[in-house]
């Protein structure tokens, strides 16, 4: 099963070269670029853990790159997201956020939902590797 989250998540994986381009236009629109990673793809788990720092300061799509390259190698079977963060306004918002690597098997997430009590739903999920 393919996890699609984010922009691009219905077209193929993007390439390195692709992935800076699009980091270049976030450089580009003064986004600060932060990296996350997780095994847990799962849509309602909002809590990746983060690699490094969010790069506020960097202007080079290249020094993305590495950072990028240096999570792949330490979490090679994780799931890798770029997020862009707008703070022209006093606060952080994300204007931009896409996977960059996957691991080579997905998992399938399965959701079922029971009706409880009345109208009440119950949501339940199972995770296969």
């Not at 381009?21 to 670029?33: F, S």
Request: with cysteine.
């Amino acid at each position: 099963m393919r996890i699609t989250q984010g922009c691009f998540s219905f077209l193929p994986d993007l390439s390195d070269d692709q992935i800076a381009a699009q980091v270049e236009y976030c450089l580009q629109n003064n986004w600060a670029i932060g990296i996350e990673y997780t095994d847990d793809p799962h849509p309602r788990n909002t809590y990746w853990a983060m690699w490094g720092n969010p790069m506020f300061d960097l202007r080079d799509a290249a020094g993305v790159m590495m950072e990028i390259r240096d999570c792949r190698k330490a979490n090679p079977n994780s799931y890798i997201r770029i997020n862009a963060f707008d703070s022209t306004r006093g606060w952080e918002t994300v204007r931009m956020s896409f996977i960059a690597n996957r691991p080579k098997t997905e998992p399938v997430i399965e959701m079922t939902r029971r009706e409880v009590n009345g109208r009440s739903q119950l949501y339940q999920h199972a995770v296969r590797r």
